[in-house]
Every structure is written in structure tokens, then in C-alpha cells.
């Protein structure tokens, strides 16, 4: 069973950092693609990061610059460091994953029995539960 457990949420002043974790289990970690997005209360939820399976990293125009995204494959781990931290980035943040390599049914009966967040791309199955990140001014 794909497991996803973020922590590392926190309340920080403006301009704080923050690193938050991932700790993945279930799938094959170093053959998955994995992601953070957001969800602050009223908003629709943003992408803030992927990183795929050849380490290749993409981040939301809004965090560029300031987020870096890792992960330890030997610590079945994902990372999040985030600098500069601003009051526009209090949400609840999510780790989300692929799962690695699924077939076409396991894709499908994912989709069926689960609703997926819009701003994941179309191959992410998995979420966590999230931490909470409050950026104060």
C-alpha cells in the first residue's frame, strides 16, 4: 500500500525557512516521480514542485528561486527547503507521487475509487495528509 507522511510544518515569520519531509513507502521510491503541492483555505490547490525519476526538477513560478525540491533514495525520502518564506505561502502542503509504473486497470481504478486534487498532473495517483506551513507578516 502506497503510504505518504509529510512533516515538517510549522508556524515561521516572514522571511524563515522551513524544510519540509516526505517519507515515502509502499513503491518502488527511486522509479517514481514525485511532487509538493498547496492548498491554502480558498484557494484552489498550486503545484509547487516535481521531481522525476532522472532528478530533473520543475517549480511554480511563485516559488522559483526560493524552494528546492530533493529527495534520498536510500531514505525512501522527499525534501522540501523553503527559503524566504512569504504570508502567500500559508497552506497546507502535500507530498504526491505516481506510484512508479502501473498498468492501464491499476491507473483506471485509481482514478475511480479516488479524487484526484486538479493541480496534480495526470499521472500522480498518491497524496499524503499534509503539514501545515502559517507564514506570519
Known amino acids: 500500500e502506497v503510504q505518504l507522511v509529510e512533516s515538517g510544518g510549522d508556524s515561521v515569520q516572514a522571511g524563515g525557512s522551513l524544510r519540509l519531509s516526505c517519507l515515502a513507502s509502499g513503491f518502488t521510491f527511486d522509479d517514481s516521480d514525485m511532487g509538493w503541492y498547496r492548498q491554502a483555505p480558498g484557494n484552489e490547490c498550486e503545484l509547487v514542485s516535481v521531481?522525476?525519476?532522472?532528478?530533473?526538477?520543475a517549480y511554480a513560478a511563485s516559488v522559483m528561486g526560493r524552494f528546492t525540491i530533493s529527495q534520498d533514495n536510500a531514505k525512501n525520502t522527499m525534501y522540501l527547503q523553503m527559503n524566504s518564506l512569504k504570508p502567500d505561502d500559508t497552506a497546507v502542503y502535500y507530498c504526491a507521487t505516481d506510484g512508479g509504473t502501473k498498468t492501464e486497470e491499476e491507473v483506471i481504478k485509481r482514478l475511480m475509487t479516488t479524487n484526484p486534487p486538479p493541480c496534480l498532473p495526470h499521472n500522480f495517483l498518491y497524496w499524503g495528509q499534509g503539514t501545515q506551513v502559517t507564514v506570519s507578516s
Open positions: 521531481i522525476s525519476t532522472d532528478s530533473t526538477t
